[in-house]
């Protein structure tokens, strides 16, 4: 097998072995017994922001282990392993308690696989002398279509509602932790300085960076949009799967049966979205993309709001479409903004920190605060959740960071930006 099939099956296993159970959970959890009791939004909340939490520490931890003491692919191979073993014993849990601490030790080992298998790609790409930015894009893709797979898996084998959502994932996992162990190998580096100090290995010096005002407000907003780029993988598929209790759908609809393929166009939208980005950033610059991303982020909630699966099957399929610019257009510009503004010296740092701010902090605060939000201000007296005030309420919010953010953040663009990226 070739060196770039083998990496692009990494990728593939990479997303699908997430992909099997991050859109469905919901799901599984508010269709089961787990969700029994007072305060399910919020117990679910906090169980999914360990993905935010794990993310906050294990992706440095593992970087530093992989830079100093072991072979990268082993570790990535072992990580994959115990996170298979950890979801196998996800159906055995009977209370949301514990739930929480299972997927909390699951996210730990799989959360720092996302950036190792990057590290692992490019080492092994450089060292077979090839063109990394030509030849990894097309690997990568292959992960979103990876987590596509799963997701249609999921759904067409029946396990949307149950913990066999979490076997597929888990089994898939274990296959490839052992299938890492056959990649070529990928030892620290020997260049790294041995003096390096814990403060410049967690990438911690990028926190100088909140004493400029300007890159303090783009923080901020980062943390703030992070808020809501979890939401609809939180509950998309359960909104969808919630229809079967209105008279006017039942179950037999096919949004209710098909929900889990039907949030797969937001990924696939995604695909599709990464190829426009160099063109917007062009005639747009920075500024105005990452704006459209948050003006994605109303319309894709607002849509949802107002969608449903006979007359409004439209709405929650351009949703769908829409998520590809409201995710795609902020990461990656955000991404861009920190390399064209930073200093070199500190750039990998504020990177991470960007990420951290997205991705973890922000992740964690909307999920917690939107399962509060929900059991407090959006669940019924019969347990039924008002999905359409929900989505509506995330889209004020997205709405307001989007205007704040437009009077707010000042940021001219100019042409030569993307030259400066280009080099």
């Not at 360990?50 to 100093?68: E, N």
């Not at 060292?127 to 292959?142: A, E, L, Q, T």
């Not at 509506?392 to 997205?398: E, I, P, Q």
Request: aromatic share 16%; hydrophobic share 50%; with cysteine.
């Amino acid at each position: 097998m070739s060196i770039k099939l083998r990496l692009t099956l990494m990728s593939f296993l990479q997303f699908f072995v997430w992909g099997a159970w991050l859109i469905t959970i919901a799901t599984y959890f508010f269709n089961s017994p787990l969700a029994a009791g007072e305060n399910a939004g919020a117990k679910f909340g906090a169980i999914f922001s360990t993905l935010a939490l794990s993310s906050l520490f294990m992706p440095a931890i593992t970087g530093i282990i992989a830079d100093k003491w072991m072979n990268a692919e082993k570790l990535y191979g072992l990580l994959h392993i115990c996170y298979g073993l950890v979801l196998f014993y996800v159906p055995k849990v009977t209370d949301p308690d514990t739930l929480y601490y299972v997927i909390f030790v699951a996210m730990i080992f799989y959360m720092p696989t996302i950036s190792l298998s990057n590290s692992i790609a490019y080492t092994i790409l450089k060292n077979n002398n090839y063109d990394v930015v030509k030849v990894f894009p097309p690997i990568r893709v292959w992960g979103t279509i990876g987590f596509i797979v799963a997701m249609w898996i999921t759904n067409l084998s029946g396990s949307k509602a149950n913990a066999n959502q979490f076997i597929i994932a888990a089994v898939m996992a274990i296959l490839l932790g052992i299938f890492a162990f056959t990649l070529p190998k990928c030892p620290p580096p020997k260049s790294i300085a041995k003096d390096a100090g814990v403060i410049d290995q967690l990438g911690l010096r990028g926190f100088t960076l909140f004493g400029n005002y300007k890159m303090a407000l783009f923080f901020m907003f980062s943390m703030l949009l992070g808020g809501a780029l979890q939401l609809t993988n939180m509950y998309g598929d359960t909104f969808l799967d919630d229809f079967k209790n209105n008279p006017l759908y039942g179950p037999e609809s096919f949004v209710v049966k098909y929900s889990t393929i039907i949030m797969s166009i937001s990924q696939i939208s995604e695909t599709v979205f990464i190829l426009t980005i160099p063109f917007f950033l062009k005639r747009f610059g920075i500024k105005k993309v990452m704006l459209f991303s948050m003006l994605a982020w109303v319309l894709r909630f607002g849509l949802f709001a107002y969608g449903n699966p006979a007359d409004g099957l439209w709405m929650i399929v351009l949703s769908c479409i829409v998520y590809g610019m409201a995710f795609d257009f902020f990461n990656i510009s955000g991404s861009l903004f920190v390399e064209t503004t930073t200093d070199s010296s500190i750039r990998s740092s504020a990177q991470g920190l960007f990420m951290m701010m997205t991705n973890g902090v922000g992740a964690y605060l909307g999920s917690q605060i939107s399962g509060y939000a929900i059991d407090e201000f959006f669940t019924l007296g019969n347990g039924t959740k008002d999905w359409h005030q929900i989505w509506l309420s995330f889209a004020g919010y997205a709405l307001a960071i989007a205007v704040l953010f437009m009077l707010l953040f000042k940021h001219e663009h100019k042409p030569s930006e993307m030259e400066n990226i280009s080099h």
